[in-house]
T-cell receptor
Framework: DAKTTQPNSMESNEEEPVHLPCNHSTISGTDYIHWYRQLPSQGPEYVIHGLTSNVNNRMASLAIAEDRKSSTLILHRATLRDAAVYYCILRRRGGGNKLTFGTGTQLKVEL | DVKVTQSSRYLVKRTGEKVFLECVQDMDHENMFWYRQDPGLGLRLIYFSYDVKMKEKGDIPEGYSVSREKKERFSLILESASTNQTSMYLC?????????????FGQGTRLTVV
Protein backbone atom coordinates (compact mmCIF):
# COMPACT_ATOMS: atom_id res chain seq x y z
CA ASP A 1 0.00 0.00 0.00
CA ALA A 2 1.13 3.56 -0.71
CA LYS A 3 2.55 5.63 2.13
CA THR A 4 0.72 8.36 4.03
CA THR A 5 2.13 11.30 6.00
CA GLN A 6 0.36 12.92 8.93
CA PRO A 7 1.39 15.51 11.52
CA ASN A 8 2.43 13.97 14.82
CA SER A 9 0.04 16.05 16.87
CA MET A 10 -2.62 18.73 16.68
CA GLU A 11 -4.59 20.73 19.22
CA SER A 12 -8.13 21.99 19.16
CA ASN A 13 -10.61 23.70 21.42
CA GLU A 14 -13.87 22.05 22.33
CA GLU A 15 -16.84 22.93 20.14
CA GLU A 16 -14.58 24.07 17.29
CA PRO A 17 -14.09 22.27 13.96
CA VAL A 18 -10.93 20.22 13.51
CA HIS A 19 -9.24 19.53 10.19
CA LEU A 20 -6.82 16.60 10.29
CA PRO A 21 -4.63 16.46 7.17
CA CYS A 22 -3.13 13.45 5.43
CA ASN A 23 -0.72 13.50 2.49
CA HIS A 24 -0.57 10.55 0.13
CA SER A 25 1.31 11.83 -2.88
CA THR A 26 1.96 8.33 -4.31
CA ILE A 27 -1.68 7.28 -4.19
CA SER A 28 -2.89 5.22 -7.14
CA GLY A 29 -6.25 5.46 -8.85
CA THR A 30 -7.53 2.35 -7.11
CA ASP A 31 -6.51 3.28 -3.55
CA TYR A 32 -9.28 3.90 -1.06
CA ILE A 33 -8.57 6.35 1.77
CA HIS A 34 -9.54 5.06 5.20
CA TRP A 35 -9.48 6.78 8.57
CA TYR A 36 -9.41 5.12 11.95
CA ARG A 37 -9.08 6.56 15.42
CA GLN A 38 -7.82 5.13 18.68
CA LEU A 39 -9.24 6.43 21.92
CA PRO A 40 -7.10 6.08 25.05
CA SER A 41 -6.80 2.51 26.31
CA GLN A 42 -8.84 1.12 23.41
CA GLY A 43 -8.22 -0.55 20.08
CA PRO A 44 -8.61 1.53 16.92
CA GLU A 45 -12.07 2.04 15.46
CA TYR A 46 -13.16 2.78 11.92
CA VAL A 47 -14.19 6.36 11.17
CA ILE A 48 -14.77 6.81 7.46
CA HIS A 49 -13.44 5.97 4.01
CA GLY A 50 -13.68 7.31 0.47
CA LEU A 51 -12.28 7.05 -3.04
CA THR A 52 -12.80 10.30 -4.94
CA SER A 53 -15.84 12.12 -3.66
CA ASN A 54 -16.21 13.76 -0.29
CA VAL A 55 -17.97 11.58 2.26
CA ASN A 56 -20.04 12.30 5.34
CA ASN A 57 -21.19 10.08 8.16
CA ARG A 58 -22.33 10.55 11.73
CA MET A 59 -18.79 10.70 13.04
CA ALA A 60 -16.97 12.91 10.56
CA SER A 61 -16.54 14.18 7.01
CA LEU A 62 -13.79 13.24 4.60
CA ALA A 63 -12.65 15.83 2.09
CA ILE A 64 -10.51 14.47 -0.75
CA ALA A 65 -8.40 16.77 -2.88
CA GLU A 66 -9.16 16.82 -6.59
CA ASP A 67 -5.79 15.26 -7.43
CA ARG A 68 -6.26 12.81 -4.52
CA LYS A 69 -2.76 13.48 -3.22
CA SER A 70 -4.16 14.64 0.08
CA SER A 71 -7.25 14.32 2.20
CA THR A 72 -8.68 15.92 5.33
CA LEU A 73 -10.73 14.39 8.08
CA ILE A 74 -13.13 16.97 9.46
CA LEU A 75 -14.65 16.80 12.91
CA HIS A 76 -17.32 19.47 12.81
CA ARG A 77 -17.46 20.18 16.54
CA ALA A 78 -14.70 18.65 18.58
CA THR A 79 -15.52 17.31 21.99
CA LEU A 80 -13.24 16.02 24.72
CA ARG A 81 -14.23 12.50 23.67
CA ASP A 82 -12.62 13.11 20.27
CA ALA A 83 -9.17 13.24 21.82
CA ALA A 84 -7.48 10.28 20.17
CA VAL A 85 -4.85 9.17 17.69
CA TYR A 86 -6.18 9.43 14.13
CA TYR A 87 -4.77 7.17 11.43
CA CYS A 88 -5.01 7.70 7.70
CA ILE A 89 -4.34 4.57 5.63
CA LEU A 90 -4.71 3.54 2.01
CA ARG A 91 -6.31 0.32 0.78
CA ARG A 92 -5.72 -0.72 -2.80
CA ARG A 93 -8.42 -2.44 -4.82
CA GLY A 94 -7.20 -5.95 -5.37
CA GLY A 95 -4.21 -5.19 -3.19
CA GLY A 96 -4.53 -8.15 -0.92
CA ASN A 97 -5.49 -8.45 2.68
CA LYS A 98 -2.64 -6.71 4.45
CA LEU A 99 -3.70 -3.74 6.60
CA THR A 100 -0.88 -1.39 7.55
CA PHE A 101 -1.05 1.57 9.93
CA GLY A 102 1.43 4.38 10.50
CA THR A 103 1.97 6.51 13.58
CA GLY A 104 -1.08 8.76 13.14
CA THR A 105 -1.93 12.19 14.55
CA GLN A 106 -2.48 12.68 18.27
CA LEU A 107 -5.40 15.09 18.62
CA LYS A 108 -5.66 17.00 21.90
CA VAL A 109 -8.91 18.75 22.68
CA GLU A 110 -9.01 21.45 25.31
CA LEU A 111 -11.87 23.19 27.09
CA ASP B 1 -22.26 -5.75 16.89
CA VAL B 2 -19.01 -7.30 15.80
CA LYS B 3 -16.94 -8.41 18.69
CA VAL B 4 -13.23 -9.11 18.76
CA THR B 5 -12.21 -10.51 22.10
CA GLN B 6 -8.67 -10.85 23.36
CA SER B 7 -8.24 -13.38 26.13
CA SER B 8 -6.33 -11.16 28.54
CA ARG B 9 -6.16 -7.43 29.14
CA TYR B 10 -2.92 -7.61 31.11
CA LEU B 11 -0.29 -10.34 31.18
CA VAL B 12 3.04 -10.67 32.94
CA LYS B 13 5.44 -13.39 31.80
CA ARG B 14 9.02 -14.33 32.48
CA THR B 15 11.85 -14.22 29.97
CA GLY B 16 12.08 -17.50 28.08
CA GLU B 17 8.46 -18.52 28.65
CA LYS B 18 6.25 -19.61 25.78
CA VAL B 19 3.36 -17.16 25.60
CA PHE B 20 0.02 -17.55 23.86
CA LEU B 21 -2.18 -14.55 23.08
CA GLU B 22 -5.63 -15.55 21.97
CA CYS B 23 -8.11 -13.63 19.85
CA VAL B 24 -11.66 -14.62 18.94
CA GLN B 25 -14.10 -12.88 16.59
CA ASP B 26 -17.78 -13.64 16.24
CA MET B 27 -18.62 -12.33 12.76
CA ASP B 28 -17.22 -15.02 10.48
CA HIS B 29 -14.51 -12.70 9.14
CA GLU B 30 -11.96 -14.19 6.78
CA ASN B 31 -9.09 -11.90 7.77
CA MET B 32 -7.47 -11.59 11.16
CA PHE B 33 -4.45 -9.55 12.21
CA TRP B 34 -1.99 -9.19 15.06
CA TYR B 35 -0.29 -5.86 15.75
CA ARG B 36 1.97 -4.53 18.41
CA GLN B 37 1.89 -0.93 19.52
CA ASP B 38 4.80 0.89 21.10
CA PRO B 39 5.16 4.59 21.96
CA GLY B 40 6.30 6.60 18.95
CA LEU B 41 6.12 3.62 16.59
CA GLY B 42 2.39 3.37 15.95
CA LEU B 43 0.77 0.05 15.09
CA ARG B 44 3.08 -2.43 13.46
CA LEU B 45 1.75 -5.54 11.76
CA ILE B 46 3.20 -8.82 13.04
CA TYR B 47 1.22 -11.45 11.15
CA PHE B 48 -2.10 -11.77 9.43
CA SER B 49 -4.30 -14.61 8.23
CA TYR B 50 -6.75 -14.55 5.35
CA ASP B 51 -8.21 -18.02 5.90
CA VAL B 52 -8.04 -21.02 8.18
CA LYS B 53 -4.49 -22.38 8.32
CA MET B 54 -3.31 -19.57 6.03
CA LYS B 55 -0.94 -16.92 7.30
CA GLU B 56 1.37 -14.24 6.02
CA LYS B 57 4.17 -12.34 7.67
CA GLY B 58 3.64 -8.72 8.42
CA ASP B 59 6.34 -6.13 8.91
CA ILE B 60 7.86 -7.44 12.16
CA PRO B 61 7.33 -11.24 12.37
CA GLU B 62 10.66 -12.09 14.01
CA GLY B 63 10.22 -13.81 17.36
CA TYR B 64 6.54 -14.57 16.76
CA SER B 65 4.45 -17.29 15.19
CA VAL B 66 0.70 -17.65 14.72
CA SER B 67 -1.93 -20.32 14.52
CA ARG B 68 -5.35 -20.30 12.93
CA GLU B 69 -6.99 -23.70 13.24
CA LYS B 70 -10.53 -22.32 13.28
CA LYS B 71 -11.95 -19.34 11.44
CA GLU B 72 -12.95 -17.47 14.56
CA ARG B 73 -9.69 -17.86 16.46
CA PHE B 74 -6.24 -16.43 15.77
CA SER B 75 -3.42 -17.05 18.22
CA LEU B 76 -0.14 -15.19 18.53
CA ILE B 77 2.71 -17.23 19.97
CA LEU B 78 5.92 -15.97 21.50
CA GLU B 79 8.11 -19.06 21.44
CA SER B 80 10.58 -17.69 23.98
CA ALA B 81 9.50 -14.36 25.39
CA SER B 82 12.07 -11.61 25.67
CA THR B 83 11.94 -8.23 27.38
CA ASN B 84 11.87 -6.42 24.04
CA GLN B 85 8.52 -8.05 23.39
CA THR B 86 6.97 -6.07 26.22
CA SER B 87 4.26 -4.16 24.39
CA MET B 88 0.57 -3.64 23.73
CA TYR B 89 -0.76 -6.33 21.39
CA LEU B 90 -3.86 -5.69 19.33
CA CYS B 91 -5.91 -8.18 17.36
CA UNK B 92 -8.21 -7.18 14.50
CA UNK B 93 -10.56 -8.87 12.06
CA UNK B 94 -12.00 -7.79 8.74
CA UNK B 95 -14.39 -9.42 6.28
CA UNK B 96 -13.43 -10.53 2.79
CA UNK B 97 -10.79 -9.23 0.41
CA UNK B 98 -12.65 -6.02 -0.32
CA UNK B 99 -10.66 -2.83 0.05
CA UNK B 100 -13.72 -1.07 1.44
CA UNK B 101 -14.45 -3.23 4.45
CA UNK B 102 -13.67 -1.88 7.89
CA UNK B 103 -11.51 -3.62 10.46
CA UNK B 104 -12.64 -4.29 14.01
CA PHE B 105 -10.17 -4.33 16.87
CA GLY B 106 -10.01 -5.95 20.24
CA GLN B 107 -9.25 -4.01 23.41
CA GLY B 108 -5.63 -5.06 23.45
CA THR B 109 -3.38 -7.13 25.69
CA ARG B 110 -0.65 -5.34 27.56
CA LEU B 111 2.16 -7.86 27.87
CA THR B 112 5.06 -7.32 30.23
CA VAL B 113 8.03 -9.66 30.01
CA VAL B 114 10.24 -9.57 33.09
Amino acid sequence: DAKTTQPNSMESNEEEPVHLPCNHSTISGTDYIHWYRQLPSQGPEYVIHGLTSNVNNRMASLAIAEDRKSSTLILHRATLRDAAVYYCILRRRGGGNKLTFGTGTQLKVEL
Amino acid sequence: DVKVTQSSRYLVKRTGEKVFLECVQDMDHENMFWYRQDPGLGLRLIYFSYDVKMKEKGDIPEGYSVSREKKERFSLILESASTNQTSMYLCASRPGPTEQSEAFFGQGTRLTVV
